[in-house]
């Protein structure tokens, strides 16, 4: 079956560098997307969406890209802070019956070293 | 404004038992989805709850079930509890619009162990 994936597990960078953190999806009907931060021991919490019919959009301190042509999705973190260490989920949403239902990989862990 | 809330925040049960969970959406919000969240692993959905009624279902066996309130808070149930249970049980909450891009807004989750 589709399904969105990561290609890193794992994202080690220096407090301060900027984080790239990628996601893969197969399903091309999924319009729209969300990137959430899940810090340990909470729920998923949103940071930015992004539909299809845009290919950047930008928030304070990350910025999404979505790339169609080739199914990609990436979320950019400026000047990374120790506070950001989460892992850090894509979900793609399927539009079914009028409701979104996102699915979600299996996340990246971005750990930031002061 | 309170967001989503669960409880309760851990839960312990064994094998064969029965468990009731549950969750006050944000304010504002009608629409309750549940997702389980096994250790290292995204959530997946479970179910999603509007107007008291079970919308949209995931890939759950009938051991898991639901209830929406009149109030939008809801229940999340489950029976005959195995061990792969065992998972951070999470409710998300959402306004049901037109055309249904909302996003979802999750609750702390519940954190489930079956020995």
């Known amino acids: 079956g589709e399904s969105v994936g990561l290609h890193l597990p794992t994202l080690s960078v220096q407090e301060g560098d900027n984080s790239i953190i990628n996601c893969a999806y197969s399903?091309?009907?999924?319009?729209?997307f969300i990137w959430y931060k899940q810090e340990s021991g909470k729920g998923p919490q949103f940071i930015i969406d992004i539909r299809s019919n845009m290919d950047k959009r930008q928030g304070q301190r990350v910025t999404v890209l979505l790339n169609k042509t080739v199914k990609h999705l990436s979320l950019q973190i400026a000047a990374t802070q120790p506070g950001d260490s989460a892992v850090y989920f894509c979900a793609e949403n399927l539009g079914t019956g009028g409701s979104y239902i996102p699915t979600f990989g299996r996340g990246t862990s971005l750990i930031v070293h002061p | 404004d309170a967001g989503v809330t669960q409880s309760p925040t851990h839960l312990i049960k064994t094998r064969g038992q029965q468990v009731t969970l549950r969750c006050s959406p944000k304010?504002?919000?009608?629409?309750v989805s549940w997702y389980q969240q096994a250790l290292g692993q995204g959530p997946q959905f479970i179910f999603q709850?509007?107007?008291?009624?079970?919308?949209q279902r995931g890939n759950f066996p009938d051991r898991f079930s639901g209830h929406q309130f009149p109030n939008y808070s809801s229940e999340l149930n489950v029976n005959a509890l195995l061990l792969g249970d065992s998972a951070l049980y999470l409710c998300?909450?959402?306004?049901?619009?037109?055309?249904?891009?909302?996003?979802?807004?999750f609750g702390p989750g519940t954190r489930l162990l079956v020995l």
């Open positions: 304010s504002g919000h009608d629409t």
């Open positions: 709850y509007y107007e008291e009624e079970e919308r």
């Open positions: 998300a909450s959402s306004p049901m619009v037109a055309g249904g891009q909302e996003t979802q807004y």
């Open positions: 399903n091309s009907a999924s319009d729209y």
